[in-house]
């Protein structure tokens, strides 16, 4: 019999992705659709940065790269490093990937041996526990809800640690809650995993930018874990450029070496325009960034205010990223139709196929008694959106 690997096999779909799809679908047959299911900035590539793209264009950036990126990049992003995190890093410890997906697995598969143990703050993103599938590892998933606002503590994170444990990916601000870390909180977690000299942090920052209490705290400022620390991130969110699929870590000596030789036999480096975009974005005028943040700052307070009306949600709010994680496990167990709502997914479904609205369960948060909805779109989109909702929800019983 023909079959797929056991790798792919057991491998899950991307349910925001898939919930993306669907809504096209719907969208393909003429019903307007509102799709709040993906996690990708409304705006466009602000133009500073796709005038570089087209200067490269002509200027023949059009050969292969460097596997960890071009020289110049790396150093734009050590000058960023240096600038915004009070960070140094040298370019050596910097590797330019196919977005900051492709920087995490690349992490994970550096230092993941089969049997080994990842813990995962849950509710996550959706393919953490999938590229820990990937290296052959497993997952050790702590679980938080939105009365501690989606945050482990440091008596959590030491209860899951065992013999075994060989990383941990934290994100923040975090997809799918929103939840902002305190520099306080990095702390306490810090002084916990220097006590575990063989456990690699995996930092998920890509949303570093969208922060609506300040400053970024990178739990790579800790100097009694420094040495251990990976960062994640890239210019998919913070710049409106999901597309351009450019994201980098910035690691230890040894383990940045480790994802070059491994990167170098698989995808080899990043587009060259994407590159050269870039190191605009990151060298070039801020103040982007700054009115897309203030912008998904409304749209945060427009979406909590609405979700707040709506019966049987619970709803907190966050402090980044740019999506709303509301607890609505009142709805799980009633119909409509005939048709009975066994799990959050079921509900989300619910939602596109009769309100019209597209989100994403979450079940595949390892969340079962949440749902996501990403505000990064209008505010007229999220206005229509709270109201379908709330009208649809009202037909279950």
């Known amino acids: 019999m023909v079959q797929v690997s056991a790798r792919i096999a057991n491998l899950a779909v991307s349910e925001t992705l898939a919930m ?26 602000p133009e500073h940065i796709k005038k570089a793209a087209k200067q490269a264009i002509d200027d023949n950036f059009s050969f292969y790269t460097p596997v960890p990126g071009y020289l110049s990049l790396r150093q734009a992003i050590c000058k960023k490093l240096e600038r915004e995190n009070g960070l140094s890093y040298k370019p ?9 997906k492709q920087a995490v697995c690349n992490a994970l598969l550096a230092v993941v ?19 820990v599938k990937l ?49 306080t909180e990095l702390e306490a977690l810090a002084n916990i995993l220097a006590k575990y000299p063989n456990i690699i942090i995996i930092a998920d920052e890509i949303y570093e930018h969208i922060n609506y209490v300040g400053k970024h705290e ?23 450029m999901t597309g351009w699929r ?49 912008a998904f700052m409304r749209r945060r307070d427009l979406i909590v205010k609405l979700a707040s009306e709506i019966e049987g949600f619970k709803v907190n ?25 066994e799990t959050s997914a079921d509900l ?24 996501r909805f990403s505000y990064a779109t209008s505010d007229e989109n999220i206005i229509e959106a709270m109201r379908r909702v709330k009208e649809t929800l009202s037909k279950l019983k």
């Open 20 to 45: 993306s799809q669907k809504s096209n679908e719907l969208k393909s047959q003429g019903i307007n659709v509102i799709n709040l299911s993906v996690g990708e900035p409304d705006f466009f590539t």
């Open 92 to 100: 050596e410890q910097i590797i330019c990937s196919n977005g900051a």
């Open 113 to 131: 041996d089969p049997g080994d143990e990842v813990i995962i703050p849950a509710p996550c993103w959706v393919s953490y526990v999938e590229m």
């Open 135 to 183: 290296a052959e590892g497993e997952s050790r998933v702590i679980r938080t809800g939105i009365e501690q606002d989606f945050k482990i503590n440091a008596a959590q994170l030491e209860a899951a640690i065992t013999p075994k444990t060989r990383a941990i990916v934290l994100c923040a601000p975090s997809n799918p809650t929103g939840s902002v870390y305190s520099k």
């Open 218 to 240: 990178s739990i790579a400022q800790f100097e009694n874990i420094r040495d251990r620390v990976v960062i994640i991130n890239g210019v998919s969110k913070a710049y409106a």
């Open 246 to 294: 450019l994201g980098w870590m910035a690691a230890p000596q040894w383990i940045a070496s480790a994802c070059n030789k491994l990167q170098g036999q698989y995808t080899s480096g990043p587009s060259s325009i994407a590159q050269k975009a870039a190191e605009a974005a990151y060298l070039g005028d801020q103040q982007c960034v700054v009115d897309m943040r203030d």
């Open 317 to 341: 709010k966050p402090e980044g990223a740019f999506y709303l994680f509301p607890e609505c496990s009142y709805y799980i167990g009633k119909s409509y139709n005939g048709k009975k709502i």
């Open 348 to 371: 989300a479904m619910f939602l596109l196929e009769e309100g019209h609205v597209a989100c994403v369960g979450g079940l595949a948060f390892e969340a079962p008694d949440y749902i």
